[in-house]
């Protein structure tokens, strides 16, 4: 019985995943190598069977082996953890808008001052700065990257003037 219900859900899997669509998800992945986990297979072996059968869809030997690992721990979930928190980055229209204005009111401000005023990191401050706001640093100035030659010149002098 074991054999017989080892094929068919290989053979799910691999009807999931005909044709261009790949309709599997990460879930059912999972699923699959718990099951052969269950049955007392080694990571190795769940991977040479899953090659077997899925050829270059199959997860590569360290997925497998992480999730056995996962599961010999007793974290017997397939599911994905949720991942509560701060986002990663914090790039919002409000966000740009602020330190556009904070910008405007004191060309010379540092990023590190914009990101201490707002809270986030002088890293994404730099990111929003250069390639949302289209500005770079001028001698001490935050000024747009679309001057003309003549404005370039212009800074440039008065730059060097101060």
Same mark, same amino acid.
């Given at each position: 019985?074991?054999?017989?219900?080892?094929?068919? *859900? *290989?053979?799910? &899997?691999?009807? @999931?995943?005909? +044709?261009?669509?790949?309709?599997?998800?990460?879930?059912?992945?999972?699923?699959?190598?718990?099951?052969?986990?269950?049955? +007392?297979?080694?990571?190795?072996?769940?991977?040479?069977? &899953?090659?077997?059968?899925? +050829?270059?869809?199959?997860? @590569?030997?360290?997925?497998?082996?992480?999730?056995?690992?996962?599961?010999?721990?007793?974290?017997?979930?397939?599911?994905?953890? $949720?991942?509560? +928190?701060?986002?990663?980055?914090?790039?919002?229209?409000?966000?740009?808008?602020?330190?556009?204005?904070?910008? *405007?009111?004191?060309?010379?401000?540092?990023?590190? @001052?914009?990101?201490?005023? &707002?809270?986030? @990191?002088?890293?994404?401050?730099? $990111?929003?700065?250069?390639?949302?706001?289209?500005?770079?640093?001028? $001698?001490?100035?935050?000024? &747009?990257?679309?001057?003309?030659?003549?404005?370039?010149?212009?800074?440039?002098?008065? $730059?060097?003037?101060?």
């Amino acid at each position: 019985m074991c054999h017989i219900a080892r094929l068919s *859900l *290989l053979h799910k &899997l691999k009807v @999931s995943m005909s +044709g261009n669509a790949r309709n599997f998800n990460n879930m059912e992945m999972r699923a699959v190598i718990k099951f052969f986990f269950l049955q +007392g297979k080694a990571p190795k072996e769940i991977h040479t069977i &899953l090659t077997e059968t899925l +050829g270059e869809h199959a997860p @590569s030997y360290a997925t497998i082996k992480n999730w056995v690992a996962k599961f010999i721990c007793g974290g017997f979930s397939t599911r994905d953890a $949720s991942h509560p +928190g701060r986002p990663k980055t914090v790039t919002n229209p409000e966000i740009i808008d602020e330190i556009h204005e904070v910008i *405007l009111e004191d060309c010379r401000i540092f990023a590190k @001052s914009i990101a201490e005023q &707002l809270g986030i @990191s002088r890293v994404r401050v730099g $990111s929003i700065i250069h390639e949302d706001s289209d500005m770079w640093k001028l $001698s001490t100035k935050w000024v &747009l990257k679309c001057l003309n030659v003549d404005h370039k010149c212009q800074w440039c002098q008065s $730059s060097e003037q101060l």
